[in-house]
């Protein structure tokens, strides 16, 4: 069981970081390198702390992770000849599964994908139908995903633990 004082001390921290992320990504659709990093290693930083035994295999999924999202970006680039995913989009998946379990990963990008669509079909009713077809930033909603995730696996008592 982790004590609860440093369970506290993370979630503000990643409120902090998301807030952070989701704000430079809204204004500029990008995320900053310095925030997927601070992300990352706050996220590794607690799990150390709660179970140092597991970090190979923390960064062994947020390496996966990466790589998934990475082929996923880049076979809808060979596809469609555009980038749907942004490379902070991608960089941001593997930083936030070092804050969850894997088998979570599914409820964030759930959560991340249908706020977001949540998101464009408000803009479509709100602009009309062009809106469908802009830019969207994609790391407010990984944020949404990744901060309702945490808040299963810390406070609803889901003790997923690794695979």
């Known amino acids: 069981m982790t004590h609860p004082s440093l369970v506290l001390a993370a979630t503000i921290a990643l409120a902090v970081v ?4 989701s704000i430079a990504d809204f204004r500029r659709q990008i995320i ?3 925030l997927n990093l601070a992300l990352a290693g706050i996220g590794l930083s607690y799990q150390l702390a709660a179970d140092a035994d597991a970090m190979p295999q923390r960064l062994l999924f947020a390496a996966a992770t990466f790589a998934a999202a990475w082929l996923l970006r880049r ?4 596809m469609t000849g555009r980038i749907g995913l942004g490379l902070g989009d ?10 969850i379990s894997p088998l979570l990963l599914p409820v964030l990008l759930f959560i991340a994908s249908a706020s ?10 709100a602009t009309g139908p062009a809106a469908a077809r802009a830019r969207v930033a ?3 909603f990984i944020a949404i995903g990744l901060g309702a995730s ?7 008592g889901l003790d997923m633990g690794l695979l």
Do not use: N, R, T
Request: one cysteine or more; charged letters at 5%.
């Open 75 to 78: 076979g809808h680039f060979l």
């Open 138 to 140: 994609f790391g407010p």
């Open 32 to 34: 900053p390198d310095g």
């Open 18 to 21: 998301l807030g952070a992320i």
């Open 116 to 125: 977001a669509l949540l998101f464009v079909g408000g803009q479509v009713v």
């Open 90 to 99: 991608v960089k941001m998946l593997a930083a936030a599964s070092c804050w």
């Open 150 to 156: 945490w808040a299963l696996e810390q406070f609803a």
